[in-house]
């Protein structure tokens, strides 16, 4: 079945710096990615839509100028939390579904998540 | 009021025991539904899909109301293995509305 490769699955960093998140489909073309955020023991929450050649369309709430998204190819979206603070410890997942074989009731497929933990 | 809302649990039960999972979503408009199980640390992965006449997989029924917005999820014979987090998704334009999850735990 379709593979979402998320790397990497897990990142300590200092508060400050910036971190760079990957989301690949593996065999199939996602002209859409998703980006999640979910903190312990909460649901999964939308932080925006990666759109392949355009911008993203972030949700309210979720800053765009602190995570930067770029969706350069069919295949890539990239994720970068800019000037991490330990608030922005969490669990990040991306998800795409197949643009080919699309339809409404097409499931998602998620990346394996990256477990961030910023001291 | 959340787009989908779920009863987060936990739900502890037996081996062998019959539980059900029920979900409402609040956009009528929305267009597809799936319910997907989530472990501790890892990602969501489908479980299965809810069509409008219901659906069954082995032990796992879903079950969709469209005019009552609301799907269920009834996990007949629990296993041990089915522990996990079970989340409500419901699906509009491409854009995924996830429930807060139900915990369940089943023990020996």
């Known amino acids: 079945g379709a593979v979402v490769s998320q790397h990497p699955s897990w990142v300590i960093c200092k508060s400050g710096t910036s971190v760079k998140i990957e989301c690949r489909s593996l065999d199939f073309q996602a002209t859409t990615m998703f980006w999640y955020r979910q903190f312990p023991k909460q649901s999964l929450m939308l932080m925006a839509t990666?759109?392949?050649?355009?911008?993203?369309?972030?949700e309210q709430g979720v800053e765009k100028d602190k995570f930067l998204i770029n969706h350069a190819s069919l295949t890539l979206s990239t994720l970068t939390v800019t000037s991490a603070h330990p608030e922005d410890s969490s669990f990040y997942i991306c998800?795409?579904?197949?643009?080919?074989?699309?339809?409404?009731?097409?499931?998602?497929?998620f990346g394996q998540g990256t477990r961030l933990t910023v001291v | 009021r959340k787009e989908v809302e779920q009863d987060p649990g936990p739900f502890n039960v037996p081996e062998g025991a019959t539980v059900a999972f029920n979900c409402t979503y609040s956009n009528s408009a929305s267009q597809s539904f799936f319910w997907y199980r989530q472990d501790c640390r890892k990602e969501p992965k489908l479980l299965m899909s809810v069509y409008s006449s219901g659906n069954e997989d082995g032990r796992f029924t879903a079950q969709l109301n469209r005019a009552s917005q609301y799907i269920s999820l009834l996990i007949r014979d629990s296993k041990l293995s089915d522990s996990a987090t079970y989340l409500c998704v419901v699906n509009r334009n491409n854009d995924m509305r996830f429930g807060a999850g139900t915990r369940l735990t089943v023990k020996p």
């Open positions: 990666s759109n392949e050649g355009s911008k993203a369309t972030y």
């Open positions: 998800s795409a579904r197949d643009a080919g074989t699309g339809g409404e009731g097409t499931e998602a497929f």
